[in-house]
């Protein structure tokens, strides 16, 4: 018999390990695992440093542990599930055999949601034999920090497994919104990486440097995003001037099919960003770690405020 609030994870990653805690936390039953040993054995120690840097208390940290449980087989994790999330590496072959795998030892019932940023979900699912309870859920990074998870309907996918996602997630406590076309990059990443081509464009052209770019997005419109979105914008100041700067600005913004050549280059070059010391800036051990700390601080601190 399926348990209705155990939660399957497949991946004890970056991306697993958030999932497993966020569940944890909302009091359901988790029960996650991963093809390596080593991060099957790391799981409690990265949970507890997750929810140690959200601010969580020894007690806190120690309900939510008491509900994961790390399996060595997916078949064991998946047995009794009734929904199970995939955090594998954005591999399509692999993520492939790993849901041919869970159709076989999971519940007829039980969802089944892949966790990817771009790849497409009917490409994913589309060996299954049982289509209609398959779905994309693109958890934001961190997960266990970014409120959104986006749910992506194939053309396969019942209107009821949709409508179980939401309400799972929304019971979390995450912010799930439905993309009901399977499209690339979804809803949220084509509009940050719509706002990435200009800002390429911007360097590549002359017109600024990479860390001018950077300081208008964290100085100005990026202070109301989190409270006013794009079209709310659009509306406070009026669709008749939001058409008129259309008429005058689309025409130069950066509009090609492909990536940049500059961004080419630079990869070229193996100025592949913190991690190799430089990409469109220059950084420091010392100066990547501020950078991380510092967005994981401000997280932090944004969801208490939200949160009173």
Not at 236 to 250: M, S, W
Not at 255 to 271: F, I, M
Not at 287 to 301: C, D, M, P, S, Y
Request: net charge negative.
């Amino acid at each position: 018999m399926v348990q209705d609030r155990l939660i399957g994870v497949i991946g004890a990653g970056l991306m697993g390990h958030g999932i497993a805690l966020v569940m944890a936390r909302a009091g359901l039953g988790v029960a996650i695992t991963d093809p390596m040993p080593e991060a099957r054995a790391a799981l409690p120690a990265r949970v507890r440093e997750s929810m140690t840097l959200m601010g969580h208390d020894a007690a806190e940290i120690a309900a939510a542990l008491s509900r994961i449980a790390v399996h060595d087989t997916l078949a064991s994790t998946v047995a009794q599930a009734s929904a199970v999330f995939e955090a594998a590496p954005e591999a399509m072959a692999l993520k492939q055999s790993i849901f041919a795998e869970i159709e076989a030892h999971a519940p007829r019932d039980c969802l089944l949601a892949s966790n990817t940023s771009v790849m497409p979900i009917t490409g994913i699912m589309q060996g299954l034999t049982h289509k209609d309870r398959a779905l994309g859920t693109h958890w934001w990074n961190p997960p266990h920090m970014i409120p959104l998870v986006e749910v992506i309907r194939t053309e396969w996918t019942a209107e009821p497994a949709m409508a179980s996602m939401m309400a799972l997630l929304a019971e979390a406590g995450k912010t799930p919104v439905r993309v009901d076309k399977d499209v690339p990059g979804f809803i949220g990443n084509r509009l940050q990486h719509a706002l990435w081509r200009e800002a390429v464009s911007l360097v590549e052209r002359g017109i600024c440097d990479a860390e001018s770019v950077d300081t208008v997005v964290k100085s100005c419109f990026g202070r109301r995003l989190s409270v006013l979105g794009p079209l709310e914008n659009a509306d406070l100041v009026g669709t008749d001037l939001t058409l008129a700067i259309h008429e005058t600005v689309l025409a130069d913004i950066e509009n090609r099919p492909g990536p940049s050549p500059y961004l080419r280059q630079l990869v070229a070059d193996g100025k592949l960003g913190m991690k190799s010391g430089a990409g469109f800036r220059k950084w420091t051990p010392e100066q990547a770690t501020a950078v991380r700390n510092r967005v994981t601080t401000h997280l932090g601190k944004l969801d208490k405020i939200l949160d009173d």
